[in-house]
């Protein structure tokens, strides 16, 4: 019925004025405009460093110091960001949905500021500090740690409350996750490059499982082509679009 309408935003309004579900999964795509670096494309680099190379457990192991130079550097970046009208505009959809969940792969906390309510952080929040010796967690938003790399009470070193690659997410926040995704409607893709599993496999979850699927972001991506709709526009100018009255 929708097949043929040309204005994505109509056609996803749509969708979301009928569901009663509506699941979103958001990636550093959608923080990109509050000036937050993104991973992949231009700027993802530290240093001479890739995100692959420096968001696993082997760096930090090599190198806990270099490792925390760089979340420092991270924090220092995010604590000044604001969120934008693209996380408003999730944020004031959820008001307006029955059934409404969040997932996001960002550790930035954008989301929360931006007052999304049921948030799920599968990859973790880069304010968390948790003990490798006896696996303590705390909350530290200090924007610059001043002591690198940062210390537990028991002495033990700590690390970012993040999940790095060969990590498994946080089983309680993950299961969330993918039930949200089976429920939904509709599932908005927001700002991901769709490349890190297993959070991407929410897309194909969803889908199969009935949902209609909208992807927002600037480029193509290996969901662009499954989505029911990839629609090629940045986080700030589509999502606004979506609580608008026509
Ligand atoms: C805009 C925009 C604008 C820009 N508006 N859009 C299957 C096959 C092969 C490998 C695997 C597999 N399943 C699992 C794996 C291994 C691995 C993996 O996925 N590897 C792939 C790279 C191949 N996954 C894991 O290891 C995961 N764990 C796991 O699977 O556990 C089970 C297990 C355990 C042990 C052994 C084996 C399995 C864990 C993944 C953890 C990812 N961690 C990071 C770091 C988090 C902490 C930190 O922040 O420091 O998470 S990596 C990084 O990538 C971060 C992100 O959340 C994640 C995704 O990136 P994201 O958000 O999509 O950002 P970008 O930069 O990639 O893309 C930005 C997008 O925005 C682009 O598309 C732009 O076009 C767009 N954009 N401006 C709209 N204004
Ligand atoms: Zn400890």
Redesign the pocket.
């Known amino acids: 019925m929708h097949a043929f309408q040309s204005d994505p935003a109509e056609t996803v309004r749509e969708w979301l004025a009928a569901a009663s579900s509506v699941a979103v999964l958001?990636?550093?795509?959608?923080s990109?405009?509050s000036g937050i670096?993104?991973?992949?494309?231009p700027g993802?680099l530290w240093r001479t460093y890739r995100?692959?190379y420096?968001?696993t457990p082997q760096a930090f192991a090599r190198d806990p110091h270099l490792s925390w130079e760089?979340?420092n550097w991270?924090r220092g970046i995010i604590a000044t960001a604001e969120p934008n009208t693209?996380h408003a505009a999730l944020a004031e959809l959820e008001r307006r949905v029955p059934s409404f969940t969040l997932a996001?792969?960002?550790?930035?906390g954008l989301h929360d500021r931006a007052g999304s309510r049921r948030i799920l952080k599968?990859?973790?929040d880069?304010w968390t500090l948790r003990c490798t010796a006896c696996t303590r967690e705390w909350s530290d938003r200090r924007p610059s740690l001043p002591e690198l790399p940062p210390k537990c009470e028991c002495g033990g070193l700590a690390r970012?409350g993040?999940?790095?690659?060969?990590?498994?997410?946080p089983e309680d926040v993950w299961s969330a996750a993918v039930d949200a995704a089976r429920a939904a409607d509709v599932l908005l893709v927001?700002?991901?490059?769709?490349?890190?599993?297993?959070?991407?496999?929410l897309v194909q979850l969803a889908q199969s499982a009935g949902a209609k699927v909208a992807e927002?972001?600037?480029?193509?991506?290996p969901v662009s082509a499954m989505v029911d709709l990839s629609w090629r526009?940045?986080?700030?100018?589509?999502l606004p679009q979506l609580i608008q009255s026509a």
């Open positions: 958001t990636g550093a795509g959608i990109a405009e670096p993104t991973f992949r494309g993802g995100a692959e420096l968001a760089w979340y991270r693209g996001t792969q960002n550790v930035d599968v990859h973790g880069i970012p993040v999940v790095w690659f060969g990590e498994g997410l927001v700002g991901t490059s769709a490349l890190v599993y297993p959070a991407a496999g927002i972001n600037v480029a193509e991506t526009a940045s986080a700030t100018t589509a």
